[in-house]
């Protein structure tokens, strides 16, 4: 099977990996700041040039002495991605001095055997390509100058990466998958699910609240059937947030909801729904996607605990009492199985359309039992309805005489969903004024 050629960024931490994989993508697809170590994670993009397409995998700072256990973690991401490269970027910065970690990659880039391109980053004017004298003792070649933030250098060096790529074959046509986005406060399993989901540990997973920092997608198998799986950063309240690294990753964890077809909401089942929870549960809803909510850690609270859990799922999230819940562990896995058919269910439901003349009957009944209210001296009637949209469900209401208000928009909406199967997915009903007679076929 074809495939497209795998191209990764090695190097330490703070040399510009992130922003020249933002420069190769012309996006800003990675979360960049002057502080060390701000991605952490692998993190997988398609990518092209001159025609040619390519993954292009951004990792984590390498370093030779990792300090702590994350930093440690996170040489280990970037070492298995070289594992699995086609093509490696060695990034050094121009601008300093060799250190033991440029060292340090150099020797396991050469170890691993891997084709290479070594880039000198930072480098801003013509001048500055005369002093990288000191990068040769690396053992690597001559250096390409770039730099990353301003793009010289960086076409030379796009044609120099395509130039080394291997034939992988033609490239696979791109398949049309659902997108999974799993949310939720920081530290409450998140990335320990999509390890789980992955089968491997892809994702870095900590004690340290706000590990993740930049959204990491990732093709799993569930069941025989693949989806993009999407983890993002923590979502606090702005009060909480440290730094602009962190309100970035925020940022971008809310953008991935315009991404995302089910959002998975991972809950705390030790500290059950809070207000964080019920302010992305309103974003999801808002955003029209389809919702599983996901009480983690269920293997380790008491009946009490799961007692208070619930109740707390019940009251600050009856708004979207639609949503199935699972209660599972994603740490040893216990009850995950059922989370594949869960999402099946929602995306089937999502797509599903009522046909206009089924839908007409039903309104026409339904009002005719239980009219609209009388609003400020009018009562408002419904002469028409058609569903427009699937994905989520939209259905537009023709209305004459009055306004039908949001109690009796959440009663037509409930008697819908006694009347069909939509679990998971929200329903919009709009409205829209008609005032002449004139009621369509």
Do not use: C
Request: glycine share 8%; no cysteine; proline share 5%.
């Amino acid at each position: 099977m074809s495939r497209l050629p795998v191209v990764v960024v090695l190097g330490r931490p703070n040399v510009g990996k992130s922003t020249l994989v933002n420069r190769i993508l012309r996006r800003k697809a990675a979360v960049v700041d002057e502080q060390a170590g701000v991605t952490r994670d692998r993190r997988e993009f398609e990518a092209e040039w001159t025609g040619r397409d390519f993954l292009l995998i951004d990792t984590g700072g390498w370093e030779l002495n990792p300090g702590e256990e994350l930093t440690l973690n996170i040489r280990d991401q970037a070492e298995l991605a070289v594992g699995g490269a086609d093509l490696v970027v060695f990034v050094a910065d121009a601008r300093t001095e060799l250190t033991d970690d440029d060292q340090g990659v150099a020797r396991l880039l050469l170890r691993s055997g891997v084709p290479f391109v070594f880039v000198a980053n930072k480098v801003d004017s013509p001048k500055q390509l005369h002093d990288l004298d000191h990068l040769w003792t690396l053992g690597l070649g001559e250096p390409m100058g770039i730099s990353a933030l301003h793009g010289q250098g960086t076409g030379d060096f796009l044609d120099r990466v395509v130039e080394l790529l291997p034939d992988t074959g033609e490239a696979p046509e791109t398949e049309t998958i659902a997108s999974l986005g799993i949310f939720g406060r920081p530290n409450v399993g998140k990335s320990t699910l999509l390890n789980k989901m992955a089968g491997e540990t892809r994702v870095l997973v900590s004690d340290v609240p706000g590990t993740t920092r930049d959204p990491i997608n990732l093709v799993v198998d569930l069941d025989g059937e693949p989806f993009e799986v999407i983890d993002t950063a923590g979502i606090k309240r702005r009060a909480k947030m440290r730094d602009d690294v962190e309100f970035y990753a925020v940022l971008r964890a809310r953008e991935v909801l315009q991404q995302t077809d089910v959002a998975l909401l991972v809950v705390d089942s030790l500290e059950g729904a809070t207000h964080q929870e019920q302010r992305l549960a309103e974003e999801i809803a808002k955003e029209g996607v389809g919702l599983v909510i996901l009480l983690n850690k269920w293997d380790v609270v008491d009946e009490d605990t799961r007692a208070l859990t619930e109740d707390s799922v019940a009251d600050r999230l009856a708004f979207v009492s639609w949503a199935p819940v699972l209660r599972m562990s994603a740490k040893t896995g216990a009850r995950t199985h059922r989370l594949p058919k869960a999402i099946r269910l929602v995306l089937e439901n999502r797509r599903r359309r009522i046909p206009t003349p089924e839908l007409n009957r039903l309104i026409r009944r339904w009002q005719d039992a239980h009219p609209p209210p009388v609003r400020k001296g009018k009562r408002a009637r419904i002469i028409y309805a058609v569903q427009a949209e699937t994905e989520p469900p939209k259905i537009i209401l023709f209305v004459r005489g009055g306004d039908l208000g949001p109690d009796y928009l959440r009663f037509l909406e409930n008697r819908l969903r006694d009347e069909f199967d939509f679990t998971g997915t929200p329903i919009l009903l709009n409205t829209r004024r008609r005032h002449s007679r004139f009621v369509p076929e």
